[in-house]
């Protein structure tokens, strides 16, 4: 994977985490479901003694991109991993295959943004074709510096979807 | 004969991906507007009914969220 300055690594000694924070679209899926381990508001964010590694990984598997990854330390594990990696890439790629005829999925995320996946088109305010994608996330606190897409600052913002 | 059905299949197509097509356009200081084929699942993880468009708050003040409800007016969004 391409290495930036702002990626991070983290290790229990099990298993090490990998955050490349460039990818992250802020699903807030790994600190609403996590927040033992994924803390936002902690430094470093990533506490690997809040959860059992098993539960790391199932949260690390729910993470929509590859903002969070993971590797077992121990290389036979990790083998296991790689192969079990490259059966999810072409069973993705072909589900991805699947999904060009399937409604697109917008998700409305508690006190963050719209995550949203399929097959769509961003059209600006003056009619202009911004871009074609297949997952990204759109603010809806009205406060990011990257609209329209969601950037995180809702959180700093104290944003609360609930009225 | 056969040119017949090269023309069916043509056309089944072509209605087939004008379906698909889904649209996010963004209005300038307003909503999200979605358009085409699409579902929406609410804070919740429930499926919320809509038909083929909804507007969707972008200013974090509509009181009827995640749609907008004109609040955007006073509250602004940073665009």
């Known amino acids: 994977m391409a290495m930036d300055s702002n990626d991070r690594d983290y290790t229990n000694g099990e298993i090490t985490v990998f955050w490349q924070p460039s990818k992250c679209i802020h699903a807030t899926t790994c600190y609403r479901e996590l927040i033992e381990v994924f803390n936002p508001r902690n430094r470093p964010w990533v506490n690997m003694d809040g959860a059992p590694t098993d539960r790391i990984i199932e949260i690390i598997n729910k993470c929509p991109t590859d903002a969070l990854t993971y590797r077992w330390n121990d290389s036979e594990k990790n083998k296991l991993l790689e192969n079990l990696n490259d059966e999810k890439i072409s069973q993705a790629l072909s589900y991805e295959k699947s999904q060009t005829d399937t409604p697109v999925m917008v998700q409305v995320m508690k006190d963050g943004p719209y995550v949203v996946q399929g097959n769509f088109t961003i059209i600006g305010s003056t009619g202009n074709k911004l871009k074609s994608m297949s997952m990204t996330s759109f603010c809806r606190c009205g406060v990011s510096n990257n609209m329209p897409f969601c950037d995180g600052t809702h959180r700093k913002a104290g944003f609360t979807s609930e009225k | ?79």
């Open chain 2, 1 to 79: 004969m056969m040119e017949l059905i090269g023309r069916l299949v043509l056309r089944v197509k072509n209605n087939f991906m004008e379906k698909s097509k889904t649209e996010f356009i963004i209005i300038k200081n307003g909503p999200l507007h979605v358009k085409g084929n699409f579902t929406l699942k609410g804070t919740d993880g429930k499926l919320i009914d809509v038909v083929d468009e909804v507007y969707l708050c972008r200013c974090g003040a509509s009181k009827n969220k995640p749609f907008c409800d004109g609040s955007h007016k006073t509250h602004g969004v940073n665009d």
